[in-house]
């Protein structure tokens, strides 16, 4: 979603061909990453691309290379940056589809022997809107969380807490007080799995919109 428009097609508005957007996504990769060789430490290199049942999220990138463009970008930006970590990022990987598939995304590209380096988990967290809240009180609890958590590191990677955000949506004390228990709470858990290696907020905004 965040590419040009161009990025995709060809001077008739149509798809390009996988030997043509392979090599757009060398270059790119390439030239962003070569640009920073050596002061950049670790890259997100693919983000978002699993949806919630396990299957591929049906983005450009998908319906002309297929499976095949996680390895590439892995691969690209080995090249680019031979040192630089490498990184695979996603929310709700708790949930069983995206979860499955993720376990086989990770097992192949260690299997090809292309470098991945740590696995990113977003925990988008909210505690008054009703539909959002059920999904973190699932996501809060310690017995799944652990389980998941297990799961990943049976990779021999360490893993990442990213896109943290725990919004309070008011400045009324019972919001506050909500947002402070979902906080100990989840950082109890993570502070006391071996394998997280940081945990990074994804903003600092609190306020009755989302992030």
């Not at 270059?27 to 997100?44: E, F, N, Q």
């Not at 693919?46 to 002309?64: L, M, T």
């Not at 696995?119 to 059920?134: A, P, S, T, V, W």
Request: glycine content about 6%.
């Amino acid at each position: 979603s965040q590419c040009a428009p161009w990025f995709w097609v060809d001077d008739k508005g149509k798809f390009v061909t996988p030997e043509v957007l392979k090599q757009r996504m060398k270059d790119h990769i390439h030239t962003v990453v070569g640009r920073y060789k050596g002061r950049i430490h670790g890259w997100d290199v693919v983000n978002e691309a699993i949806v919630e049942d396990g299957s591929y999220r049906n983005s450009p990138f998908y319906q002309i290379l297929g499976e095949e463009f996680i390895p590439l970008a892995f691969q690209y930006a080995h090249e680019a940056d031979p040192k630089a970590e490498l990184y695979l990022n996603d929310y709700g990987m708790n949930v069983a589809g995206r979860r499955d598939t993720y376990v086989k995304i990770i097992k192949d590209l260690q299997e090809r022997g292309l470098r991945i380096d740590a696995i990113g988990m977003q925990y988008h967290l909210f505690n008054k809107r009703e539909d959002e809240y059920e999904k973190t009180r699932f996501t809060l609890n310690p017995e799944n969380l652990y389980q998941h958590m297990d799961l990943y590191s049976n990779f021999g990677k360490p893993l990442q807490i990213t896109e943290v955000t725990v919004p309070a949506y008011s400045w009324a004390p019972e919001d506050e007080e909500i947002q402070a228990e979902i906080i100990e709470k989840i950082y109890s858990i993570w502070f006391s799995h071996p394998n997280v290696e940081q945990i990074i907020y994804w903003n600092l905004v609190d306020g009755y919109a989302h992030f």
